[in-house]
């Protein structure tokens, strides 16, 4: 490939990157929202975390930035630009899995723990803060870690927005070669790479958190 075409793919993989982030910061926010409402004492703020968790896992991610990026616009007269768009589209659905990682977790906190928080007269949210999360944040790591691989690979539905991430560009230059394998391979590649350093550095931190849980 010529330095320009290659100009491209890196500026796709830069732009696949920026998604990535922006995606799982907005997921994990919701993850950990929507997980522990639907571990809630109030059975109505568990009740419709639960209808939102249904919802957004039932509903295909690619359908979903569909919605945001053409569907909105008609509808309310706003249009959010491609990189909003996919970041609210991938959040709001990968969030709604994550929410159930968050709450299987918390669930499986020693009830011993929940009941020696309420003895300290600690309030819910001391005792989600200072001793649920402590010991539950660790074992969502392995789980998380998954979710956010297939964030990345959810991130090349936002082509069909005109983005130019990663599988955008990577196709723009299949078109200029015309070498099918050849490209696509190359995107393979990248992908795996990103993946591989991705789960990588979450089994560093799940190790780092445990041993901050074991002190």
């Not at 919802?55 to 991610?61: L, T, Y």
């Not at 490209?183 to 393979?188: C, S």
């Amino acid at each position: 490939m010529t330095a320009g075409l290659w100009e491209l793919v890196l500026q796709g993989i830069g732009t696949t990157l920026q998604l990535l982030v922006y995606g799982a910061l907005l997921a994990v926010a919701v993850s950990f929202v929507v997980g522990a409402a639907r571990t809630h004492r109030s059975r109505l703020v568990r009740f419709l975390a639960a209808c939102y968790t249904e919802v957004f896992r039932g509903i295909s991610a690619l359908v979903m930035i569909f919605w945001v990026f053409f569907v909105l616009p008609v509808a309310f007269g706003w249009q959010l630009v491609p990189m909003w768009a996919g970041t609210l589209a991938l959040g709001l659905t990968y969030g709604a899995y994550g929410s159930e990682i968050v709450r299987g977790a918390l669930a499986a906190v020693d009830p011993a723990q929940r009941e020696g928080g309420i003895a300290l007269g600690f309030s819910p949210w001391q005792r989600l803060r200072l001793v649920l999360l402590p010991q539950a944040v660790p074992e969502m790591i392995p789980s998380f870690s998954n979710l956010l691989v297939e964030l990345l690979k959810g991130t090349a539905l936002v082509s069909i927005t005109g983005m130019g991430d990663l599988a955008f560009s990577g196709n723009l230059v299949r078109l200029a070669l015309q070498q099918s394998g050849q490209i696509y391979a190359y995107l393979l590649l990248i992908y795996f790479v990103i993946a591989f350093l991705l789960t990588r550095g979450m089994r560093v931190l799940e190790r780092r958190l445990k041993a901050e849980v074991a002190r």
